[in-house]
């Protein structure tokens, strides 16, 4: 819901001064004393939202709201008002979240309206609030001697109350402009015929013309085709000849490429091997000595070896007599575990069966008492069955009596399926009758009725296109309109922009001043980070969060000439009075910034993680690398010069090569990576280096340091968001230009269209009225046949329906004798199954009882079985404690055995590990010795080898020089014979070059298979008779004659403009038809809103009353007999104790009251974003003013109410409290009122 937020205002009446109101939600109430000026607030809403009336005003003249003076001040030149708006919710058709509507008055009484800056219309103004409740006549402005004035006034004034709180006085609006568009199309109808009549008279004598200038360019065109086939029939020879030597010059090429790279290759080989065989020699000889020193080393492993082996032989027979020992205890202790396990096994079976009879115990136990349950649930179930028996009996009595019922239902509609017949037999017959004699006026009316369907068929014909031309210009203006208002909101918007950057808004005061006055003293100095620092819109404005206080520094490339800048500057007087005067200014030095840690966060994170959007300075150098990849936009020229003093300085280079902004950017931005949101940081914000920033599209950031900052970044964009914005603002305004003049050129060509359907659509309907009086006569008869014609089928539709309704009826009691019987035969299933289940309950209750005995006797057998088991368990676990004695004296025996065994047999191992080292240190000596002699071998069969190859090498280098040779001359020839080829096709081109103006360089036309009319071409084959059909074209173009090849695009065009000339005609008269339908629309659509909300504001309008009287009733009261959009509205009242009566006869506080419940009324179905009311309670006594209060309170959900006032109690209520005062004498000033509950008096207060 839209919102008043502020009034303002400046020279308007008694407010000289520039005076602000707020309206924050609730009630506002405005106090003074009289003459203060309190209802020149109330004035001035009204003013600004459209009052033309002065003396509405109280005034005598438009200029009477101008200050006009006091004793001690000036009159003022001007006044103006300004009404702002919360539109956070679009309901007003501006884009933009807060609305100011402003009205400007000159003392020469020059007047103007503005929305949000921009110069407008009331018109427009009346349209952005129309169907709000809040235009100049609505209900939102009560004031002053309006109640008595609501209250009785005429039935028709009253009504545009109502008709504002259901909307349609936009409605209104648009039926009077629809009105002024029928006039329009008439005059523009009328001047189309006479253009028709001229267009067509010119076109006659274009054609003749125009005629001769087509056999002209049809011969001309011939022989175009013919010398282009006889030129490509030369050409293809040439080709042939340059194809082939091109081919042959190729593969000569190749071949001389192929033959160089062989000797290449075979020189370089041959060097190769040269130097190989140099390598070789002495490394022959150094593996030869190597191979000598190995064998002998060999004979000593030998020997070490067979030593180990004997010593290992004694050791192993100790060993092998320790193991004897070992296995015999192990066998003895076997034998105890084996009678222990057999033991211990009797031991388990006698458990087991101990637990089975137990269980079995249980089990019968639990058996005899499931048997009691099972035979008290039978019992129980008996009963059940035999009462459900009982009930099935009487429901299939009443069944049967239902199926009686149902049949005699039946008999009655098949009845009434027969009278409904023959009525129906008799309606058809007179039907039929009056057919005929319908027909035998058919002949008559066919020829006539053609004859104006043709009529017809063009007449609608040229009402689309008319309704189309029509269309289309409205649609042109309102392009046109819709384009021209962004061009200036776009053009404001960037002088607004320019005018902060170039004035360094948002920039700490110290460093303004250091830009303005010593901008060019500092060296190395390129601007502010926002100057340097290019991003979209969508990653500003956190740049502007990652930057923070850095972006208020001034950037410059090194810190060292900076501070040597510094020591010169900071003793001098203006650097003196700087700091005195402005404060602190940073610097941030470009070359003392950090690199940013060299990491793949997204490697970290993992491939699968989304929530990484990238690393920030990538982001803004993807996003300008893409945009600069593009084709350049005009406006992007211009975007920066508004700053020349500073941004010149953006492409400074360092002394290595390196961008500074580039540079700035990545050590500034490089810490920082954008997440979708500050949990995708936590899970690695531990893992992460000191300095690392995760910044989230919402503006909170987290450092890896333990920092963390959430919430809005504060008011005003960034200074990178506003250069942003500006680079947007630009390339919109160079798109919207261009659509501008689009829009003038479309509605220029929509005028001209519309224009031309005007005439003939005069004359068609001419002819329309002829015929339309020759069937008038001969349809009377006819439609009197129809009427009663219809009236007689309207009969049979009647018959036919009370026919089918009968025969349904027939049906469904068929239907329902069906179903009743079909429900008396289940129920006697159900009863049969019911005498069934009934018998085998009684027959499983009996075996119950036998089986309880047999689970007694069962109990008494397993009782003596339990006592058995007990006694074996017991023996057995004696026997298993003498066993497990034996197992322990055995097992400290097999102790000592193994012991002694593990001794002899660490011995073995030790003996073996030694002779293993021998082996490996033969085979090791044997495994150098035969690498040696390989490599002896190998180096022999590579020096043999080198020897071959380099033999082979000279003869292919032989080879390749004498290829070479012959590749040379072969290139020459062909170059010699492509010559002589080119020179004749460089003659064919260019004779037609001379002829035709065709390209010499470029390719050959192919020859037109037919003219621009689309006649065949036909070429000869033969080359003799196309060089005669050439000589005989260029005979017969010469007797042709003068040609005005003019006439031919004259002739189209004058074709095509009369055409749309006689479409355009077509199209104003459909315009006339589709305005009068659309006015009908907007009767049709105006009613029904009206009606809709009376009956509303009607029903709320009787609950508020009784409300506010405490009782008694009201009523809104329409004229039935007049049309409701021109009706009068009515007010009947009758308070509690007293009888109905007319408004006009209640006292003061009752019309007042009666007022206040019929405004709400109206609120309650339509709200209104506020209420003005101007010491409507005067005349209500306190009790009145309690009622009238609390009711205002009920509605503050949906209304702003703003109360001038004198009352205490109404003062009480507010939750904004203003004073009006004049402290000055003529002059008004706001002040803030505080109320004292404890006092009974207002103390203002000055604010």
Excluded at 461 to 490: M, P, Y
Excluded at 604 to 609: A, K, N, P, S, V
Excluded at 649 to 666: E, F, M
Excluded at 676 to 698: K, Q, T
Aim: proline share 2%; with cysteine.
């Amino acid at each position: 819901m839209i919102t008043l937020k502020a009034l303002e205002l400046f020279g308007f009446k008694s407010f000289a001064d520039r005076t602000r109101f707020e309206f924050p939600e609730g009630i506002t109430v405005v106090v003074g004393p009289n003459g203060s000026g309190k209802s020149n607030v109330v004035d001035a809403i009204k003013w600004v939202l459209g009052e033309q009336s002065v003396r509405n005003l109280r005034g005598k003249a438009s200029t009477d709201v101008i200050f006009a003076g006091s004793a001690a001040r000036k009159a003022l030149n001007a006044a103006e008002v300004s009404l702002i708006f919360d539109n956070t919710t679009r309901e007003l058709p501006v884009e933009s979240d807060e609305v100011r509507i402003m009205r400007r008055v000159y003392r020469s009484g020059e007047s103007e309206y503005l929305v949000n800056d921009g110069i407008s219309r009331l018109r427009d103004i009346r349209e952005i609030l129309s169907g709000t409740g809040a235009a100049t006549d609505s209900y939102s402005v009560i004031e002053q001697g309006r109640v008595d004035a609501l209250l009785v006034a005429s039935g028709k004034e009253r009504r545009a109350v109502f008709e504002e709180a259901a909307g349609i006085t936009k409605f209104r609006t648009r039926r009077a402009e629809a009105i002024r568009r029928l006039d329009r199309t008439e005059q523009n109808r009328q001047r189309l015929a006479d253009i028709v009549g001229e267009v067509a008279s010119r076109l006659d004598t274009v054609k003749k013309q125009a005629g001769r200038a087509r056999r002209w360019k049809r011969m001309t065109e011939r022989l175009q085709a013919l010398r282009f086939a006889a030129a490509s029939a030369d050409l293809v020879g040439v080709n042939t000849v340059l194809e082939e030597v091109s081919l042959s010059i190729k593969e000569a090429q190749q071949r001389s490429e192929a033959a160089r790279a062989e000797k290449i290759s075979a020189e370089m080989e041959i060097q190769s091997l040269e130097e190989q065989q140099k390598e070789i020699d002495p490394k022959l000889t150094a593996i030869q000595e190597d191979l000598a020193a190995d064998r002998e080393n060999v004979a000593a492993m030998e020997a070490r070896r067979e030593a180990l082996r004997v010593r290992c032989v004694d050791v192993e027979e100790e060993f092998a007599s320790a193991v004897s020992s070992v296995r015999t205890t192990e066998v003895q202790l076997q034998s105890t575990y084996q009678a222990i396990d057999v033991i211990q096994a009797d031991c388990s079976s006698a458990s087991a069966d101990l637990q089975h009879v137990e269980g079995e115990l249980r089990q019968q136990e639990k058996a005899i008492v499931g048997s009691r349950e099972d035979a008290q649930s039978a019992q129980r179930r008996l009963s059940e069955l035999r009462n459900t028996k009982e009930r099935q009996s009487l429901d299939h009595q009443k069944f049967e009596a239902v199926v009686i019922q149902r049949k005699g239902e039946a008999k009655a509609a098949l009845d009434a399926v027969e009278r409904s017949q023959n009525e129906l037999d008799k309606s058809w017959a007179l039907v039929h009758r009056l057919e005929e004699s319908a027909a035998s006026l058919e002949g008559t009316v066919d020829v006539l009725g053609q004859r104006r369907v043709e009529l017809q068929s063009r007449h609608d014909q040229l009402d689309v296109e008319q309704q189309s031309a029509t269309q289309k210009v409205e649609q042109a203006w309102q392009n046109l309109a819709e384009r021209q208002g962004r061009l200036e909101s776009l053009r404001d918007r960037q002088k607004l922009l320019e005018d902060l950057i170039t004035s360094h808004e948002g920039v700490s005061e110290a460093t303004r001043q250091v830009l303005d006055r010593f901008a060019d003293d500092i060296p190395g100095l390129c601007g502010l980070p926002a100057d340097l620092i290019v991003a979209n819109s969508q990653w500003a404005g956190l740049v502007d969060i990652a930057v923070g206080v850095l972006g208020q520094r001034l950037v410059v490339e090194r810190l060292s000439d900076m501070l040597d800048w510094y020591e010169r500057w900071q003793n001098s007087s203006s650097a003196q009075g700087l700091a005195s005067t402005s404060g602190r200014v940073g610097f941030l030095a470009v070359d003392k910034l950090p690199e940013p840690p060299s990491l793949n966060l997204l490697e970290i994170f993992g491939e699968g993680e989304t929530g990484v959007v990238g690393r920030l300075d990538d982001l803004v150098s993807d996003e300008f690398e893409e945009s600069s990849t593009g084709e350049q936009h005009p406006a992007l020229d211009s975007i920066y010069e508004y700053g020349p003093e500073q941004l010149h300085k953006k492409a400074a280079l360092q002394n290595d090569g390196t961008d500074v902004s580039d540079l700035l950017k990545r050590r500034l931005l490089g810490r920082v990576w954008i997440v979708e949101s500050i949990n995708v940081a936590r899970r690695v914000i531990e893992r992460m280096p000191p300095g690392l920033v995760f910044l989230d599209r919402a503006g909170s950031w987290l450092s890896s340091d333990g920092g963390f900052e959430a919430g809005a970044s504060g008011a005003g964009a960034g200074l990178v968001s506003r250069h942003s914005e500006l680079r947007t603002v630009k390339i919109d305004q160079q798109t919207v230009l261009v659509a501008v003049r689009d829009a003038k050129l479309e509605l220029q060509n929509c005028q001209k269209k519309l224009e031309d359907l005007r005439e003939e659509q005069k004359r068609l309907v001419a002819k329309q009225h002829e015929l339309a009086e020759s069937i008038a006569s001969s349809r009377g008869e006819q439609q009197r046949f129809q009427r009663e014609m219809l009236v007689a089928r309207s009969q049979v539709d009647k018959q036919q329906q009370s026919l089918h309704e009968a025969e349904s009826q027939a049906v469904e009691a068929a239907d329902a004798v069906r179903s009743a019987a079909s429900e008396s035969g289940k129920l006697s299933a159900e009863i049969s199954r019911t005498d069934k289940t009934l018998g085998e309950v009684e027959s499983n209750l009996e075996s119950l009882g036998q089986s309880h005995e047999q689970v007694l006797e069962r109990i008494e057998e397993f009782r003596d079985q339990l006592s058995i088991c007990r006694e074996r368990v017991a023996g057995l676990e004696a026997t298993i404690i003498a066993k497990q004695a034996d197992k322990t004296r055995q097992e400290a025996e097999l102790a000592t055995a193994v012991s002694k065994e593990k001794a002899v047999k660490e011995r073995v191992s030790r003996i073996e590990l030694d002779l293993l080292v021998a082996g490996d240190r033969y085979a090791e000596a044997c495994l150098l010795a035969e690498r040696s002699a390989r490599l002896v071998s190998t180096l022999v069969s590579q020096r043999m080898a080198i020897r071959s190859a380099e033999k082979k090498a000279t003869n292919v280098l032989d080879g390749a020089r004498e290829t070479l040779q012959d590749c040379s001359s072969i290139s020459h020839a062909a170059d010699l014979k492509k010559e002589t080829a080119m020179h004749q096709r460089t003659r064919v081109l260019e004779r037609l070059h001379d002829d035709y103006g065709i390209d010499p360089v470029a390719d050959l036309p192919r020859p037109a298979e037919a003219d621009s009319e689309g006649n065949a071409i036909e070429v000869p084959e033969d080359r003799e008779e196309l060089d005669g059909t050439i000589e005989e074209t260029r005979r017969k173009l010469g007797t042709v004659g003068s040609v005005n090849l003019e006439a031919l695009a004259e002739s189209e065009a004058l074709a095509e403009r009369l055409a749309g000339l006689e479409s355009q005609l077509v199209d104003v008269t459909d315009a006339k038809h589709s305005v009068e339908k659309l006015i009908d629309r907007i009767d049709e659509e105006s009613r029904r809103l009206l009606g809709e909300t009376i009956e509303k504001v009607r029903a709320e309008f009787s609950v508020l009353f009784e409300r506010l009287f405490g009782g008694g009733q009201a009523d809104i009261i329409l004229d039935p007999e007049i049309d409701l959009l021109e009706t009068t509205v009515e007010i009947m009242a009758r308070p509690p104790g007293k009888e109905p009566r007319n408004i006009s006869l209640l006292s003061g506080g009752e019309k007042t009251m009666t007022c206040v419940a019929l405004l709400l009324a109206i609120f309650q179905s339509r709200p209104s974003p506020f209420c003005v009311l101007d010491e409507v309670d005067a005349a209500l006594d306190e009790a009145n003013v309690d009622r009238f209060v609390g009711v205002l309170r009920d509605f503050l959900s949906s209304t702003q109410f703003i109360v001038v006032t004198h009352s205490k109690k109404t003062m009480a209520t507010a939750t904004t409290l203003y004073g009006v005062t004049m402290e000055e004498s003529g002059v008004s000033k706001r002040v803030a009122v505080q109320f004292e509950s404890n006092s009974s008096s207002v103390q203002p207060k000055a604010a």
